[in-house]
């Protein structure tokens, strides 16, 4: 294994750190990661673990040992690298995809809430290290991607579920890789899923120079939708042209919903993809067509409506959750994901990177953000 190996004096705790009882782990919550060796905090009695201590490998990994600001994420060395049981699979990690949600958790004002101590980050895009006893689907050298690692994307290497990653092709670097997972599968979700999209109709991609937003735009215009989108720059504005939009708007502009309006035409748009709700689902309602759409993906906060303004129009609200999608689902964004892949429509553009040092000024960026062009990527 590539991953440094070290002599460990003394044996570790089981993953958990603060040696009590582990709580359950609400549904849907981030594991924490079973592989953790502990560092000085997490040293405690000698035991069985001892052999097995002194000659697993350790890797660097980030570790959130409590909740709060961008400061309680911790870059360790000494963190063991997670053995894959029979049906997973161990990932080098080579680049991390940085969601939003993961700066939600880590702040512990979440509904989901993981055991602490725990690894943040999901996407994840990388090689195969080592394959669980019953994974046929990969081998050593495989060039994947995931949405959902066990242990924690924020690492050297990742343990994941083999039925949850995908192969990776040449033609997209680990960067991108790691810009797929949660950014397209929310985007497919939001629009067919729960948005029942079709050709030939219209989509204002609010907030659009994102992961999920650049998402939803290749996504709909590979599928016949016309698109709109919106940045809160120039640049954002014009990346988002170059990846589907028709026309871009600058949602810092304070007469931009006129000038939607204006393209438009009295008909509307016939869905909105929402990334900030809290601060635009009131002028959505006065966006939108006859039985139009808005797709609640992003909110940080509440805001005031007049629920009259849906029945003038017979228009829906709905709420969009990537957590809350069956097996069923998940199958179907995969399919169609790697099908954009292989079609070549579905190119995922990397924004700003960040190596896994700078993990704590990624999380301020991410939240205060000068304006986005693509998704943010730690670099392994
Ligand atoms: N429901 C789910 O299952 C799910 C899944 C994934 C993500 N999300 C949520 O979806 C949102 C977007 O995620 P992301 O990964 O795309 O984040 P991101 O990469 O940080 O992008 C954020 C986007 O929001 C835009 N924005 C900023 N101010 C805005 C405004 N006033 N009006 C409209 N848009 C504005 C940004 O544009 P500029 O930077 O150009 O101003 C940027 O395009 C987040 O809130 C995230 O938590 C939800």
Redesign the pocket.
Known sequence: MAARTRRLGRPPRRAGGSGGRRKARPENSPPADPGYCGGRRGFARAGPLVAMAATRSVMRAVRVFEFGGPEVLKLQSDVLVPAPKENQVLIKVHACGV???ET?IRSGTYARKPALPYTPGSDVAGVIEGVGEHVTAFKKGDRVFTLETLSGGYAEYAVAAANRVFPLPDKLDFRQGAAIG??YF?AY??LFQKGCAKAGESVLV????????LAACQIARACGLKVLG????EE?MNVILRNGAHQAFN??DPNYTEKIKACTGPGGVDIII???SN??LDADLQLLSRAGRVM?????GRIEINPRDTMSKESSII?????LATEEERRECATAVLDGIEAGWLKPVV?LEYPLEKVAKAHED?IC?????G??VLLL
């Open positions: 969601n939003p949600v939600y949660v950014p929310t979700r939001a609010h907030g659009a120079s994102g992961g999920v937003g919106t940045a809160g720059t954002g949602h810092r929402e990334m900030l601060v635009n609640v993906v992003g909110c940080r709420g969009v959750s990537l957590f924004g991410i953000s000068s304006g986005a062009r998704k943010m």
